[in-house]
């Protein structure tokens, strides 16, 4: 293995990366406009949205066993709705409560049912997910949509052309960095994606880490929310749809092992950024939603394709 295949192989995020350049680059070329940094700026506030909830399904890929948070669009669109309510006035601080107070019991019973009823997470947090839709249709009926004009103003704000919401991410990105390899609450995670019975001969409290990685997850869906209502100054019943495959495809995209034990969360940010390019390319093509659907596939494949063997190799030796 030459020195080039070494280094993508332990840094697998370059593929995302470089296909996000390679992308932004087509865009460029197609777009009438020609090179633009606020469309570069637009696309990656657009990302922000994708990133945090691909950091949220890394975390629980990243735990092994095939896990997946299929809880997350609904967490994202029922707190978007409970923020339009609740973040206003003098209600503003119950209502920071209420959400983080529902996120953490969302987390906590997708870690329940999966740690001590064996139900496995993908089926779990389905089944929590119908849930809590229903709620969101009970809940929307009467619900206001628009969030607080302070709030809404606050996710269009800029800075330099960067949005905040965008800086808020950079500033989620490193401290997940810090959070995922080198804290021992990251080198547990990544144990227990090596195998649960493995992580708990060597000491590992499997069921803490499992519930607390549930309730991060529920955590930063709900966060999403809030941002994500504001940032397009309303709430719907399917906002968070979108998000699902895109969050998976992301932190997949970006370098963690769908088999967990490998996360990447500088990966996952160039995961997001690539997805939201692509879908850009694809509407100023004109083709249909078929074909981006299309699109967007093969090229997922063919990164992973090309980030694949490196990972081999890396396994073998």
């Not at 295949?5 to 009438?32: E, P, Q, R």
């Not at 570069?40 to 506030?45: A, Q, R």
């Not at 948070?69 to 206003?88: E, F, G, H, K, M």
């Not at 990447?264 to 390319?281: C, H, I, K, R």
Request: net charge positive.
């Amino acid at each position: 293995m030459n020195k080039f295949s070494k280094w993508t192989s332990k840094n697998t995020w370059i593929w995302s990366f470089a296909g996000s350049i390679l992308i932004f680059l087509v865009v460029c070329l197609i777009s009438d406009g020609g090179f633009s940094f606020k469309t570069l700026f637009l696309n990656i506030t657009l990302a922000s949205f994708a990133f945090l909830l691909g950091i949220a399904e890394m975390l629980v890929i990243t735990s092994g066993d095939g896990a997946i948070d299929l809880s997350i669009p609904y967490t994202v669109t029922l707190c978007a709705y409970i923020s339009a309510s609740w973040l206003r006035g003098g209600r503003t601080i119950p209502g920071i409560f209420l959400i983080l107070g529902l996120c953490i019991l969302i987390g906590l019973v997708n870690g329940v049912v999966n740690v001590y009823l064996r139900v496995h997470a993908m089926i779990g947090t389905l089944a929590v997910g119908y849930i809590l839709f229903t709620v969101i249709l009970l809940y929307s009926k009467n619900a206001t949509v628009q969030p607080s004009p302070v709030l809404s103003k606050f996710a269009q704000m800029q800075f330099g052309g960067f949005s905040v919401i965008t800086i808020l991410c950079l500033l989620f990105l490193a401290i997940m960095i810090v959070v995922m390899y080198k804290t021992a609450f990251g080198k547990k995670l990544h144990a227990l994606g090596q195998g649960h019975h493995i992580a708990y001969l060597a000491g590992i409290n499997v069921s803490k880490v499992l519930i607390t990685v549930f309730i991060l997850s529920s955590l930063i869906a709900g966060v999403t929310g809030i941002l994500l209502g504001a940032y397009v100054n309303g709430s719907f019943q399917t906002m968070g749809d979108n998000y699902q495959m895109k969050a998976i495809a992301a932190a997949l995209v970006g370098g963690t092992l769908v088999s967990g034990g490998k996360s990447s969360v500088l990966g996952t940010f160039g995961g997001a950024v690539l997805l939201t390019l692509l879908g850009t390319m694809i509407t100023i093509t004109g083709l249909s939603a078929g074909w981006q659907s299309i699109i967007e596939g093969a090229v997922i494949i063919l990164i992973l394709v090309a980030a694949e063997p490196g990972t081999k190799k890396r396994k073998a030796g």
